[in-house]
């Protein structure tokens, strides 16, 4: 059975991060097999420098893995096309913090470097967000990571 996702404004500046954090984990049922923490393009605009960002998702993760009994994965943001080099050092901090404690990452950033041209854009441009391929990719890299087999191509 599936259970709703909850959808918290994250990681923000001091002085209320931990409110925040709480907040985020107080929102995950305590019955949640598996829990996916995908901090995206608004949570790094609102937080200016990338190691406050890296110290606070770190104690995301620490503080989530000592309240709830459950599977954490990470996810980086793709690389969006108006901020890849704003994105591009908090994508890296994700994938520290989750090699630091062993989570595993979903790495969109990278799969989207390596996939998308001219040919096949992965970005809506009006929207901003991922268009359907790049929604179809974003799955097929956190199905790899949540069935244990990153890197497998699924299409």
């Known amino acids: 059975a599936y259970l709703p996702m909850p959808v918290v404004s994250g990681l923000g500046p001091a002085p209320h991060a931990l409110d925040r954090l709480l907040r985020i984990c107080d ?14 393009l608004q949570d790094m605009l609102m ?11 770190a104690a995301l993760v620490d503080l989530l893995a000592s309240r709830k009994r459950c599977r954490i994965i990470l996810a980086t943001p793709p690389p969006y096309p108006l ?3 704003r994105i591009r050092p908090f994508a890296a901090a994700i994938k520290r913090v989750g090699d630091a404690r062993r989570i595993p990452v979903a790495d969109l950033f990278s799969a989207f470097q390596g996939t998308g041209d001219a040919s096949r854009p992965l970005f809506d441009p009006q929207y901003f ?14 199905a790899a990571v949540i069935i244990d087999q990153p890197g497998k191509d699924f299409r």
């Open 27 to 40: 929102a995950i049922p305590d019955e949640s097999h598996t829990v996916i923490i995908s901090l995206g």
């Open 83 to 85: 901020s890849i080099d």
């Open 47 to 57: 937080t200016q420098d990338a190691d406050i960002f890296e110290r606070q998702t």
């Open 129 to 142: 967000g991922p268009n359907a391929a790049g929604q179809e990719l974003a799955g097929v890299v956190l």
